[in-house]
T-cell receptor, first 112, second 117 residues
Framework: SQKIEQNSEALNIQEGKTATLTCNYT??????LQWYRQDPGRGPVFLLL?????KEKRKERLKVTFDTTLKQSLFHITASQPADSATYLC???????????FGQGTELSVKP | GAVVSQHPSRVICKSGTSVKIECRSL??????MFWYRQFPKKSLMLMAT?????????EQGVEKDKFLINHASLTLSTLTVTSAHPEDSSFYIC?????????????FGEGSRLTVL
């Protein structure tokens, strides 16, 4: 069966450290993968998109990797800040008309 | 970035009534919009793909007669929860793509929290 899983429901780290979130998928062949941030009671906000032929993508303190052999994407936030505390969702296309399928999310908490 | 507006943000209704949620793309035209449902601390579950000028495409297990979707124009899609029951209480979120349908980022509305008493 098809699955998209994020490694943990919750991740607690100290301010200034690097947060690393994992997204694994099974029985999908996505052309790209996206990461979103969601704050409580709000809709998700797009952060980064990485294509299957890209190994790594960066945007300010954010870095995403995509390994199609391992079927895994890693999402890093360097020099984390309490304001980075939120739920982070990975999503991939299912090659059917542009639909995005989401992982269950990882709730990141950055302590000062 | 593109803006998607969703209304109402919160609605409380009695069991058996119908509720309509609107989703508008404010500064771009969206031929396709997506409706998601989210339970507390759970992921977004795709309910249906709303296509402008044609019938929505529903995901497996989603009742078409329960969740009526209309995409009347390039900037407006509506979701009507008919004969709502307490189990329909959830967070409903719409989204749309600006640009390339297959690769563009999704812009989400702020979500609508439905509580059925």
């Amino acid at each position: 069966s098809q699955k998209i899983e994020q490694n943990s429901e919750a991740l607690n780290i100290q301010e200034g450290k690097t947060a690393t979130l994992t997204c694994n998928y099974t029985n999908y062949s996505p052309a790209y993968l996206q990461w979103y941030r969601q704050d409580p009671g709000r809709g998700p906000v797009f952060l980064l998109l990485i294509r299957e032929n890209e190994k790594e993508k960066r945007k300010e303190r954010l870095k995403v990797t995509f390994d199609t052999t391992l079927k895994q994407s890693l999402f890093h936030i360097t020099a984390s800040q309490p304001a980075d505390s939120a739920t982070y969702l990975c999503a991939l296309d299912d090659n059917q008309g542009g639909k995005l399928i989401f992982g269950q999310g990882t709730e990141l908490s950055v302590k000062p | 970035g593109a803006v998607v507006s969703q209304h109402p943000s919160r609605v409380i209704c009695k069991s058996g009534t119908s509720v309509k949620i609107e989703c508008r793309s404010l500064d771009f035209q969206a031929t396709t919009m997506f409706w998601y449902r989210q339970f507390p601390k759970k992921s977004l579950m795709l309910m249906a793909t709303s296509n402008e000028g044609s019938k929505a495409t529903y995901e497996q297990g989603v009742e078409k007669d329960k969740f009526l979707i209309n995409h009347a124009s390039l900037t407006l899609s509506t979701l009507t929860v008919t004969s709502a029951h307490p189990e329909d209480s959830s967070f409903y979120i719409c989204s749309a793509r600006s640009g390339n349908l297959n690769t563009g980022e999704l812009f989400f509305g702020e979500g609508s929290r439905l509580t059925v008493l």
